[in-house]
């Protein structure tokens, strides 16, 4: 069964404190892995897709990064606007479509 | 969210009636999605379009019906909502199939069932 686990549910940081966000993936075949950001009462906004392992991609303070088994997302000097709650999700090579969503990482940057 | 609207926004209803939630898309995508999200679960699947009058179940149909009569328009219906429906429910649609696709989400609707 494909599933996606991310950790932790909840990160609070100092403003300037860098870290990382887990997304542990089994899927059958991955044909792509989706990060998202969704703000409070709005939908999830696109960020990244990874497709093959060692692939990066960046924007801004964000650095996504893919292995076989898990995506990291990386918050290089994190500002109190990147306060979100982040979502990856997966799309299996046998899926039309389709992607299974994470439960979600909330981040709260501090001024 | 532009190109996708949801309606309503906003719904409170009771216990055995029915409700319809519409999604509107202006980018001409053949693909569109209703997911619902509730703590705890994150975002799930309720059902898909890859086209007019073609739909398919998610991994949480159960309860829901959809309709896709033109390719602009998905409708979700409750037939009988229960309380365990309420949730914030989310349409989203993406021009590429079986392809690594980005779906650009609508806002969200938000329904309590009392």
């Known amino acids: 069964e494909d599933q996606v686990t991310q950790s932790p549910e909840a990160l609070r940081l100092q403003e300037g404190e860098s870290s990382s966000l887990n997304c542990s993936y089994t899927?059958?075949?991955?044909?792509?892995l989706f990060w998202y950001r969704q703000d409070p009462g709005k939908g999830p906004e696109f960020l990244f897709t990874l497709y093959s392992a060692g692939e990066e991609k960046e924007k801004e303070r964000l650095k996504a990064t893919l292995t076989k088994k898990e995506s990291f997302l990386h918050i290089t000097a994190p500002k109190p606007e990147d306060s979100a709650t982040y979502l990856c999700?997966?799309?299996?090579?046998?899926?039309?479509?389709?992607?299974?969503f994470g439960q979600g990482t909330t981040l709260q940057v501090k001024p | 969210d532009a190109g996708i609207t949801q309606s309503p926004r906003h719904k409170v209803t009771e216990t055995g009636t029915p409700v319809t939630l519409r999604c509107h898309q202006t980018?001409?995508?053949?693909?569109m999605y209703w997911y619902r999200q509730d703590p705890g679960h994150g975002l799930r699947l309720i059902h898909y379009?890859?086209?007019?009058?073609?739909?398919d179940k998610g991994e949480v149909s159960d309860g829901y019906s959809v309709s896709r009569s033109k390719t602009e328009d998905f409708l979700l219906t409750l037939e009988s909502a229960t309380s365990s429906q309420t949730s914030v429910y989310f349409c989203?649609?993406?021009?590429?199939?079986?392809?690594?696709?980005?779906?650009?989400f609508g806002a969200g609707s938000r329904l309590t069932v009392l």
């Open positions: 980018e001409n995508h053949r693909y």
């Open positions: 989203a649609i993406s021009g590429r199939g079986a392809g690594a696709n980005v779906l650009t």
């Open positions: 379009s890859y086209g007019v009058k073609d739909t």
């Open positions: 899927v059958s075949g991955l044909r792509g």
């Open positions: 999700a997966v799309q299996a090579s046998s899926n039309t479509g389709k992607l299974i």
